[in-house]
T-cell receptor, first 114, second 114 residues
Framework: EADIYQTPRYLVIGTGKKITLECSQT?????MYWYQQDPGMELHLIHY???????EKGDLSSESTVSRIRTEHFPLTLESARPSHTSQYLC?????????????FGPGTRLTVT | KNQVEQSPQSLIILEGKNCTLQ??????????LRWYKQDTGRGPVSLTI?????NTKSNGRYTATLDADTKQSSLHITASQLSDSASYIC?????????????FGRGTQLTVWP
């Protein structure tokens, strides 16, 4: 089992609140990712990081922001939550080189904005 | 447009039976193809990963095949168990960037009945 953790697992919050979803990994991986997944739909990459102080936006436009101050930590922040942000957020990491690197996923955070 | 299509969308089988899930992709250039298992409310867990030179790869009761010429893959599950109930996601990686961009299918929802 991969050593990648996400907290909280479930979050129900009101519109306009600021939230931070936590993601940590203990594998020393340099690459980390945030995906958004709606029920029955594919995962969409919203942010990724090659290493400390490196962050990039993914394919799906997102109002969230991320930071990578430490290798093991990759938090995602929503400054003002809206109902359209309701979704499952999955964090992943990888440390391999070459084309066959493996991505390990955390258990996800199910966010509901009322 | 790079896409990954999976079929069927959902499948119900009886415990002990075999089943085969399909994946067609148009991703180019092709790097590797992965199959993930995602239990409800959890993050995806890797089952197999295959590069273009590999035709078959097994992981216990799971056997994946790849035909890079026709851009098709299948995941065969033998002697299904109740714990096999999950979503099975086909993921294809390209070689277009250092990141190795991943393209996700929407998954096949498998339900195993006793």
């Amino acid at each position: 089992e991969a050593d990648i953790y996400q907290t909280p697992r479930y979050l129900v919050i009101g519109t306009g609140k600021k939230i931070t979803l936590e993601c940590s990994q203990t594998m020393g991986h340099d690459k980390m990712y945030w995906y958004q997944q709606d029920p029955g739909m594919e995962l969409h990459l919203i942010h990724y990081s090659y290493g400390v102080n490196s962050t990039e936006k993914g394919d799906l436009s997102s109002e969230s922001t991320v930071s990578r101050i430490r290798t093991e930590h990759f938090p995602l922040t929503l400054e003002s939550a809206r109902p359209s942000h309701t979704s499952q957020y999955l964090c992943a990491s990888s440390g391999g080189a070459g084309v066959s690197y493996e991505q390990y996923f955390g258990p996800g955070t199910r966010l509901t904005v009322t | 447009k790079n896409q990954v299509e999976q079929s069927p969308q959902s499948l119900i089988i009886l415990e002990g039976k075999n089943c085969t899930l399909q994946c067609n992709y148009t991703v180019s250039p092709f790097s590797n193809l992965r199959w993930y298992k995602q239990d409800t409310g959890r993050g995806p867990v890797s089952l197999t990963i295959m590069t273009f030179s590999e035709n078959t790869k097994s992981n216990g009761r799971y056997t994946a095949t790849l035909d890079a010429d026709t851009k098709q893959s299948s995941l065969h599950i033998t002697a299904s168990q109740l714990s096999d109930s999950a979503s099975y996601i086909c993921v294809v990686s390209d070689r277009g960037s250092t990141l190795g961009r991943l393209y996700f299918g929407r998954g096949t929802q498998l339900t195993v009945w006793p």
